[in-house]
C-alpha cells in the first residue's frame, strides 16, 4: 500500500525544481508508505511523480518504485495490490525478472498488451499512474470497485494527481477553492460522491476507469468494468439451480479470494466483529492457515454499542490469536479532532472513529489486515433494502394523492406531542423518540416511488442538494427501473455505485493509511461482486433478514448461536456524546454566527435540529455530525489558506 502525488506542468522547469515538488506533494502523505521515497522526472515533459512505499510484497529494492518497464519506455507509481500477479507474470515468459513484486508484474504488462488490455487482467486492488515516455502520456487508473482512491484535476498549466488532496495542496502553483455542488452532494449524503470533490476542478477517477492525459492536452476517459451493466447482465441470468449448489459455489470462490489475500512477506491479521462479514472472511482464512490467524477487535463499556464479547466468543471457537480493546469514551472522541486532515474533505460516517481505533489497533502487530467490507451490498444485508420493499408493497397501493395527504398529516402533529400522546403506550410497544421516527416515516411516505422513497431514506440534508442531484444520482434515471427491475437488486446497484466507493472504502482507506496499515476486502473481490448478481434475491433476503446465503456459509465454521444477534458493528453512541461530553465543542461548531460565516448551510434550519436533539425531542446525530464535519473541515480548511497565503 502506498501513496502516490505528481504532476505535469506545461510552463516546465529544470529537473531540480521539478524533483523538489514532487518530493513535497509525496511528504504530504507520507504516513501511506513510510518505508520507502523516491520520485521520477521527466524534464522535458514538465512531468513528475513522488512515491511512498508501504513495503507488504518483494521489501527488497526489487520492489522500489516509481519503477521502469524492461523496455525503459513506461514509468509507474501504483498503490494496491495484485492478487494473481503470479499467473499474469505466467503471459510474459520474455520478461527477465529483477524481483517478485506485483509492481514489477504491472508494469511489464501494461508495457507488452497496453494498459486497457492490461487492467481487465488484474485481480486486486489498485489505482496508479503509468507514464509513457515515448508518447508523453499519462494514464490513470482505478480498480473496479474504487477500493483505492486517486484524484485528479487542472488549473491553467498544471495537471495535478494525486491519492489524497492534500498532496496536491502541496503544490505551490495549486489555488484550492471550494466546490459548491460537491459540498451541496455532501450535505445529503454525508460524503462528497465521485467524480466529484470538495474543490473545484479536481476530481475523484471513478471506480472502473482509466484516464488518459496525451502530449497534447488531450483528455479521455473510459470505463473498463461497469457496475451498472455487471448487475444488469446478471439479473437477466439468474442462477436457478439449488441453493446448496450456490452456496458451494460462492463458499469457493469466497476462499479463493481469501487465500490470495493472505500472502504478504509482513505480518496479516484481520479485524473481528460480532456479526456477519468479518467472522465469515476470518473463518475461511483460519480454515487455510497452518497457524492461528491474528484477529484484532475493540469495544465500549456501553453494552449498546459493544460487541466485543460476541467476536471474543467468535475467535475462541475458530482458535484465532485474538487481541481485544475496551476503548474508553475520552481515547474515541480524542480522535475527533484529527479527522478533518484525515479525511481531507468533508466525510460524516461517524463509524470512522471505531474504524480508526481498531486499525490502529491491529497496526501494533500486523502491517495487513483482512476487513469484511462489502458484505451487506454484495449479499443484501442492509436492512433498508427490506424495510424500503416491504413499505412500497403496502404504500404502493395507494394513490399517491392519498400518500401524499397521509404524509402531511402525519406531520401535521409535532414530534414532541407525537411522544405525548403514545406515552400511556407500554414501554415495549412506545420506540424511543416517536414523534421524530414519525416525522421521519411519513417524509419517506411521500414519495412518489419506491427508488424516491430510497432517496429520501439516506438523504441526511435534502434540500440543500437539489441542485447536485443530476451530477451525482443515478435515482435520477428511469431507465434503470426497467432493466433492473427488482427494487432490491436496484437499490444494490445504487449503493454500490455510490455508497460503498464513497463512504464505506473511503473511510476504510483513510483509516488504515492514517496509521500505514493495508486494508484487504476479500468480498469485494470483483469475482465474486459478479457472481453475486445472478443469486435469487430469496436466497440474499429470508424472513426480512438480508445476508441470508452469506449466514449458510458462516453456519459451516461457527455455530450459530454465536451470530444470531442483531448487528451492531463498529459505532459509538453519538447522541449521547453530543448531548454530554461534546455539547460545547459542538456549540461553537453549530453557534449561528458560525453557520452563518461558514454561509454553506441555513443557520436557522440546523438550529433547530440542534435544539431538538438537545432537548431530546429528536434524535439526529447522523445529520449533526454532517454539519459538525463540514464546519471542522471548514475551520481547517481556512488555516490551509492562510497558511498557503503565508507560504506564497
Not at 264 to 293: E, K, N, R, Y
Not at 395 to 419: F, I, K, Q
Not at 450 to 460: E, F, G, I, K, P
Not at 585 to 608: I, N, P, Q, T
Amino acid at each position: 500500500m502506498c501513496g502516490i502525488a505528481g504532476f505535469i506542468d506545461r510552463a516546465g522547469g529544470d529537473a531540480f525544481a521539478l524533483t523538489a515538488t514532487a518530493r513535497g506533494m509525496a511528504e504530504a502523505i507520507d504516513y501511506r508508505g513510510p518505508d520507502e521515497a523516491d520520485t521520477f522526472v521527466d524534464g522535458a515533459a514538465g512531468f513528475a511523480v513522488g512515491h511512498r512505499r508501504l513495503s507488504i510484497v518483494d521489501l527488497s529494492a526489487a520492489g522500489h518504485q516509481p519503477m521502469t518497464s524492461a523496455c525503459g519506455r513506461c514509468v509507474i507509481a501504483y498503490n494496491g495490490e495484485i492478487y494473481n500477479a503470479r499467473e499474469v507474470a505466467a503471459e510474459l515468459p520474455h520478461v527477465r525478472w529483477r524481483g517478485h513484486s506485483d509492481t514489477e508484474v504491472l508494469v511489464e504488462a501494461c508495457a507488452a498488451f497496453g494498459v486497457e488490455a492490461a487492467v481487465p487482467r488484474f485481480i486486486g486492488m489498485f489505482a496508479f499512474v503509468l507514464w509513457d515516455k515515448a508518447e508523453r502520456r499519462l494514464s490513470l487508473v482505478r480498480d473496479r470497485l474504487g477500493i483505492k482512491p486517486l484524484y485528479y484535476g487542472s488549473q491553467g498549466p498544471l495537471f495535478l494527481f494525486g491519492s489524497e488532496l492534500k498532496a496536491l495542496r502541496a503544490h505551490a502553483g495549486w489555488t484550492p477553492r471550494l466546490d459548491a455542488p460537491a459540498i451541496a452532494a455532501y450535505l445529503r449524503l454525508g460524503y462528497v460522491p465521485a467524480p466529484l470533490s470538495a474543490l473545484t476542478g479536481i476530481h475523484k477517477l471513478r471506480p472502473g476507469h482509466i484516464f488518459h492525459r496525451d502530449a497534447d492536452g488531450r483528455e479521455t476517459e473510459t470505463c473498463y468494468w461497469d457496475m451498472r451493466q455487471k448487475a444488469i447482465a446478471g439479473q437477466r441470468s439468474l442462477d436457478n439451480r439449488p441453493a446448496e449448489a450456490i452456496i458451494a459455489d460462492v463458499e469457493t470462490l469466497l476462499k479463493d479470494a481469501v487465500k490470495r489475500r493472505m500472502v504478504a512477506d509482513v505480518p496479516l491479521g484481520a479485524f473481528l466483529s460480532g456479526g456477519i462479514d468479518s467472522p465469515t472472511v476470518v473463518a475461511l482464512m483460519q480454515a487455510q492457515s497452518t497457524q492461528p490467524v491474528r484477529t484484532f477487535t475493540i469495544g465500549f463499556r456501553d453494552e449498546a454499542f459493544n460487541e466485543a464479547a460476541r467476536a471474543r466468543a467468535i475467535a475462541a471457537h475458530l482458535g484465532t490469536d485474538h487481541t481485544e480493546l475496551i476503548v474508553e469514551p475520552d481515547e474515541a472522541r480524542a480522535v475527533i479532532p484529527l479527522l478533518p486532515d484525515m479525511y481531507d474533505e468533508p466525510f460524516a460516517d461517524y463509524s470512522q472513529i471505531p474504524t480508526y481505533l481498531v486499525s490502529k489497533l491491529a497496526r501494533s502487530g500486523v502491517t495487513v489486515s483482512l476487513s469484511g467490507d462489502g458484505g451487506d451490498e454484495v449479499f443484501g444485508g442492509y436492512t433498508r433494502y427490506a424495510g424500503i420493499d416491504r413499505l412500497w408493497s403496502l404504500a404502493g397501493r395507494a394513490p399517491a394523492l392519498a400518500r401524499r395527504a397521509a404524509s402531511g398529516v402525519l406531520r401535521t402533529v409535532s414530534p414532541a406531542l407525537w411522544d405525548a400522546l403514545t406515552a400511556p403506550l407500554p414501554h415495549r410497544l412506545r420506540p424511543a423518540h416517536v414523534g421524530d421516527k414519525i416525522h421521519k416515516g411519513a417524509d419517506i411516505l411521500g414519495q412518489c416511488s419506491a427508488d424516491a422513497m430510497y432517496a429520501r431514506l439516506v438523504s441526511l440534508w435534502p434540500d440543500a442538494a437539489r441542485s447536485a442531484d443530476r451530477h451525482v444520482y443515478p435515482w435520477n434515471e428511469p431507465k434503470l427501473v426497467h432493466e433492473i427491475p427488482d427494487l432490491v437488486a436496484r437499490l444494490r446497484t445504487l449503493d454500490m455505485m455510490t455508497y460503498l466507493p464513497d463512504d464505506i472504502l473511503a473511510k476504510l482507506d483513510r483509516a488504515t493509511m492514517a496509521v500505514s496499515l493495508e486494508g484487504r476486502v476479500p468480498i469485494l473481490d470483483h469475482r465474486v461482486v459478479e457472481l453475486a448478481w445472478h443469486i435469487p434475491r430469496d436466497l440474499l433476503i429470508r424472513g426480512g433478514r438480508g445476508k441470508w446465503l452469506l449466514r449458510q456459509i458462516l453456519h459451516r465454521h461457527v455455530p450459530r448461536e454465536l451470530v444470531q444477534q442483531p448487528k451492531m458493528g463498529f459505532s459509538i453512541p453519538l447522541g449521547d456524546w453530543l448531548r454530554g461530553p461534546l455539547r460545547d465543542w459542538a456549540e461553537d461548531l453549530l453557534a449561528e454566527k458560525s453557520l452563518v460565516e461558514a454561509g454553506m448551510v441555513d443557520a436557522k434550519a440546523v438550529r433547530d435540529v440542534w435544539g431538538g436533539h438537545l432537548s431530546g425531542r429528536l434524535n439526529r446525530p447522523h445529520h449533526l455530525w454532517v454539519i459538525l464535519m463540514l464546519q471542522a473541515w471548514l475551520r481547517r480548511w481556512s488555516s490551509h489558506q492562510r497558511h498557503d497565503v503565508e507560504r506564497g
